[in-house]
């Protein structure tokens, strides 16, 4: 099975992307994964990827479908893979169909946007363990004081309201489109994401079912 997720940041694709992973015994891709392992490595692509990096700029879609590329050549990737981050716009879709990578469907998450801020907004993270807790989902012993070490919970900046609803937008324009690239190929598949995880599991093994 190869298989694209989309999915708005908050929307729960991450756990599920391990989930299918485990089930169906193959990998999966994320973008910024193989980039740092590029790095690590040393790879021609990711040699490319380190010079922009290096300036603090973005790596342009050229060097990551090249990052890409090497990836899915790998032996583990032969049986199948998941795509989690990517393609993130039409043009790196079209590239990826170019590298004739044949996907067999396009699996979208989705969550509304103010359930999405309620979620990530309420999470708090330990500043000195790292153990994460939500405001209403799963509540610390003792507000605001982590079970496990006493440290102080806080909320990241990532999950500021502003900050969500900015990379909210940014999904909207450049990856929500991708929805309709692939409905196009008769390809996309959608699940709504429920509030239990399991719930939305059964929803997307059994959407998988019916490729």
Known sequence: MKLILLGAPGAGKGTQAEIISEKFSIPTISTGNIIRAALKEGTEMGLKAKAYID??????DEVVIGIIKERLSE???????ILDGFP????????LDTMG??????LSIEVMDSEIVKRMSGRRVCE???AS???EYKKPAVEGVCNTC???LVIRKDDEPETVLNRLNVYHEQTEPLKDYYKAQEKLLIV???DDVADTTALVLKALSEI
């Open 75 to 81: 032996s583990d990737c032969q049986g199948g893979f």
């Open 133 to 135: 807790y939500h405001t």
């Open 128 to 130: 000195k363990c790292g």
């Open 55 to 60: 300036k603090g700029e973005l790596v342009p």
């Open 192 to 194: 709504e994401g429920q």
């Open 88 to 95: 993130r716009t039409i043009p790196q879709a079209k590239a």
């Open 150 to 152: 006493g440290g102080k």
């Open 101 to 106: 990578i044949a996907i067999d469907a396009a």
